[in-house]
């Protein structure tokens, strides 16, 4: 077994998490919310938004901002709180040492949705920062 096959819970419910196939993902029954690897997302995103295939190697995201609130929520993988994040406009948290994001319900795809509407609008300052962070 390998570290990321053992079982996550929800830390907002405290249930255990459901993987997505051999995906890098993972969602809560009962919350609905969903934790996923930093490649995930980017994968996520890349379906979204397909013109801001990265040029180069992949590094951590950088964080593109913080919230100033305490709303530590327990990382899933390693118990130890999870940092807030600011990305595309909704609050997330990130796990610094396992790289994942934590999204309550629907969080997901209002990220999802900030990114399509942006790329639409070709104008995506935080999207395109997000990726100069990744990969640049
Ligand atoms: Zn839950
Ligand atoms: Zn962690």
């Not at 907002?12 to 998490?17: D, I, N, P, Q, T």
């Not at 609905?32 to 890349?46: H, I, M, Q, T, Y």
Request: glycine content about 10%; overall charge negative.
């Amino acid at each position: 077994m390998t570290y990321r096959d053992r079982s996550v819970s929800c830390p907002r419910c405290g249930v255990e998490l459901i993987r997505k196939d051999a995906r890098e993902a993972w969602s809560c029954v009962k919350c609905k919310g969903a934790l996923l690897d930093v490649g995930e997302l980017v994968r996520e995103l890349l379906l979204v938004a397909p013109d801001l295939l990265p040029e180069g190697g992949t590094s951590g995201i950088t964080t593109l901002g913080r919230r100033t609130v305490a709303r530590a929520l327990a990382c899933p993988m390693c118990a130890a709180p999870m940092e807030p994040v600011f990305l595309g406009g909704v609050d997330l948290d990130r796990c610094y040492d396992d790289n994942v994001f934590w999204f309550d319900a629907g969080e997901l795809g209002l990220v999802l949705e900030v990114a399509q509407g942006q790329r639409e609008e070709r104008h995506k300052p935080w999207l395109a920062r997000l990726f100069e962070n990744l990969f640049g």
